[in-house]
C-alpha cells in the first residue's frame, strides 16, 4: 500500500514537471516623486508582454547583415537638439509644477481664512501668508508662459527633421525585414515550443496567459516615454514547478530613441 502511494505521488511529480509552467512578469520604473523630491517605483499597466522561444533580437541582426545596405543613423546634430527639447520641457514642467503649488496654497489659505472674521489675529496671520503667496503667483505664471515658448520653439524646430528620419528608418526595414514573419516561424518550429502573449494589469504584472512549457525564452517588452523607448529581451530558462518571476525595470532595459 504505502509503496503504491509512493509511486503514484513520484508519478504526479513527474507530471507537473514536465507539464506547462507559469511565468510572472512585473515591470515598474522609477519615476519622480508626486511630493517633489526624489523618485518612486511605478507598476506599468497595459503593457504588453510577450514569450517567445528565440531570440529575436538575433533574427533582426541576421538579417540586416543579409540585407548588406546600412540602416539609416540618427543624425547626432539632431540627437543633441531632442535632448534640448527633452530638457526644455523639463524646465517648463519644473515651473508649472511650481504655478500649480502656489495655486494650491493659495487655495488652502482661503478655504482656512473662512473660519475667522477679519478681525481676528488669526485671520491677519493667515491673510498676510496669503499676500506673501499671492505676490509670486504673476511671476510663476510668467515663468510658465516663457519656459513653454522655449520649449514649443525647440520642439517644432525638431519634428520635421524627425519625422524624415523616421520615413527612411521605416522604408529600409521594410525591405531588410521583409521575410521576418517567415523566419520566425520557422524558429518557432524548431524549438517545438510556444509564443505566449499577456498585458500587465493595474500593478504592473502579467500572468496567466503565460504558462509554457519548460525551456529556455525570451522576455520582450517595450514602453514608449515621451522622447525614448525601454525595451526589453531577457533571456530566461522555465523549469518545472514553481513559477518563474522576471522582474524588468529601467535598470535591465535598452533606452531607444523614439521619433
Given at each position: 500500500m504505502?509503496?503504491?502511494?509512493?509511486?503514484?505521488?513520484?508519478?504526479?511529480?513527474?507530471?507537473?514537471a514536465?507539464?506547462?509552467?507559469e511565468?510572472?512578469?512585473?515591470?515598474?520604473?522609477?519615476?519622480?516623486?508626486?511630493?517633489?523630491?526624489?523618485?518612486?517605483?511605478?507598476?506599468?499597466s497595459?503593457?504588453?508582454?510577450?514569450?517567445?522561444?528565440f531570440?529575436?533580437?538575433e533574427?533582426?541582426?541576421?538579417?540586416?547583415q543579409a540585407?548588406?545596405t546600412?540602416?539609416?543613423?540618427?543624425?547626432?546634430e539632431?540627437?543633441?537638439?531632442?535632448?534640448?527639447?527633452?530638457e526644455?520641457?523639463?524646465?517648463?514642467?519644473?515651473?508649472?509644477r511650481?504655478?500649480s503649488?502656489?495655486?494650491d496654497?493659495?487655495q488652502?489659505l482661503?478655504e482656512?481664512?473662512?473660519?475667522y472674521?477679519?478681525?481676528?489675529?488669526?485671520y491677519?496671520?493667515?491673510?498676510?501668508?496669503?499676500?506673501?503667496?499671492e505676490?509670486?503667483?504673476?511671476?510663476?505664471q510668467?515663468e510658465?508662459?516663457?519656459?513653454?515658448?522655449?520649449?514649443?520653439?525647440?520642439q517644432?524646430g525638431?519634428?520635421?527633421?524627425s519625422?524624415?528620419?523616421?520615413?527612411?528608418?521605416?522604408?529600409?526595414?521594410?525591405?531588410?525585414?521583409?521575410?521576418?514573419?517567415?523566419?520566425?516561424?520557422?524558429?518557432?518550429?524548431?524549438?517545438?515550443l510556444?509564443?505566449?502573449?499577456?498585458?500587465?494589469?493595474?500593478?504592473?504584472?502579467a500572468?496567466g496567459?503565460?504558462?509554457?512549457e519548460?525551456?529556455?525564452?525570451?522576455v520582450?517588452?517595450?514602453?514608449?516615454?515621451p522622447?525614448?523607448?525601454?525595451?526589453?529581451?531577457?533571456?530566461?530558462?522555465?523549469?518545472?514547478?514553481?513559477?518563474?518571476?522576471v522582474?524588468l525595470?529601467?535598470e535591465?532595459?535598452?533606452?531607444?530613441?523614439?521619433?
Amino acid at each position: 500500500m504505502r509503496r503504491s502511494l509512493v509511486l503514484a505521488t513520484s508519478l504526479l511529480l513527474a507530471t507537473a514537471a514536465c507539464g506547462p509552467s507559469e511565468v510572472v512578469v512585473t515591470i515598474e520604473v522609477e519615476v519622480p516623486s508626486p511630493e517633489g523630491e526624489g523618485t518612486v517605483m511605478r507598476p506599468l499597466s497595459d503593457v504588453e508582454v510577450q514569450l517567445i522561444p528565440f531570440d529575436r533580437d538575433e533574427v533582426f541582426d541576421s538579417l540586416t547583415q543579409a540585407y548588406g545596405t546600412p540602416e539609416p543613423d540618427v543624425p547626432q546634430e539632431l540627437l543633441e537638439r531632442r535632448e534640448a527639447v527633452q530638457e526644455a520641457q523639463a524646465e517648463w514642467d519644473e515651473a508649472t509644477r511650481r504655478w500649480s503649488t502656489i495655486r494650491d496654497t493659495l487655495q488652502k489659505l482661503t478655504e482656512a481664512m473662512e473660519q475667522y472674521s477679519r478681525g481676528e489675529a488669526a485671520y491677519v496671520a493667515l491673510f498676510r501668508e496669503w499676500q506673501d503667496w499671492e505676490s509670486q503667483l504673476g511671476s510663476a505664471q510668467r515663468e510658465v508662459d516663457q519656459t513653454f515658448a522655449v520649449f514649443d520653439s525647440l520642439q517644432q524646430g525638431t519634428i520635421r527633421e524627425s519625422d524624415s528620419i523616421r520615413i527612411l528608418k521605416d522604408n529600409w526595414a521594410d525591405d531588410a525585414f521583409a521575410g521576418v514573419g517567415d523566419v520566425f516561424a520557422a524558429k518557432q518550429r524548431a524549438t517545438g515550443l510556444d509564443w505566449a502573449v499577456d498585458t500587465t494589469d493595474a500593478s504592473g504584472v502579467a500572468r496567466g496567459n503565460l504558462m509554457v512549457e519548460p525551456g529556455t525564452y525570451w522576455v520582450h517588452a517595450r514602453y514608449e516615454l515621451p522622447y525614448t523607448e525601454l525595451y526589453w529581451n531577457e533571456m530566461i530558462t522555465v523549469e518545472g514547478g514553481e513559477p518563474t518571476t522576471v522582474r524588468l525595470t529601467r535598470e535591465n532595459a535598452e533606452e531607444r530613441v523614439k521619433l
